[in-house]
Nanobody
Framework: DVQLQASGGGLVQAGGSLRLSCAASGGTFDGYAIGWFREAPGKTREGISCIGSGGDATTYYAESVKGRFTISSDYAKNTVYLQMNSLKPEDTADYYC?????????????????WGQGTQVTVSS
């Protein structure tokens, strides 16, 4: 089974940027769709972006991050990235990546079988 590790979180001022990474170990991302989720204190985990597998990797974004976040993949490095720009205090959360052995991705958390540990993002005002 593929194992996932999210990294790249930290403290940033509003308007700043961070790039999160989701690295695979124990396997490759070949054939896996990858999703990014976040969980803020007192809130449920929400899907914010995902990318399908293969050459035609369709991407999806939640309305709350559309135009500010960009998901991309580097299968040579077994890593999926989430570039986060124009960060807002409401983006503060623990961020998780998840994988499913299927070509299409989805923003629903139940779509995914494998989850990595989260990385914390804090955006100060």
């Amino acid at each position: 089974d593929v194992q996932l590790q999210a990294s790249g979180g930290g403290l940033v001022q509003a308007g700043g940027s961070l790039r999160l990474s989701c690295a695979a170990s124990g396997g490759t991302f070949d054939g896996y769709a990858i999703g990014w989720f976040r969980e803020a204190p007192g809130k449920t985990r929400e899907g914010i972006s995902c990318i399908g597998s293969g050459g035609d990797a369709t991407t999806y974004y939640a309305e709350s991050v559309k135009g500010r976040f960009t998901i991309s993949s580097d299968y040579a490095k077994n890593t999926v990235y989430l570039q986060m720009n124009s960060l807002k205090p409401e983006d503060t959360a623990d961020y998780y990546c998840a994988a499913v052995l299927f070509p299409r991705c989805h923003l629903g958390r139940n779509w995914y079988d494998y989850w990595g540990q989260g990385t914390q993002v804090t955006v100060s005002s």
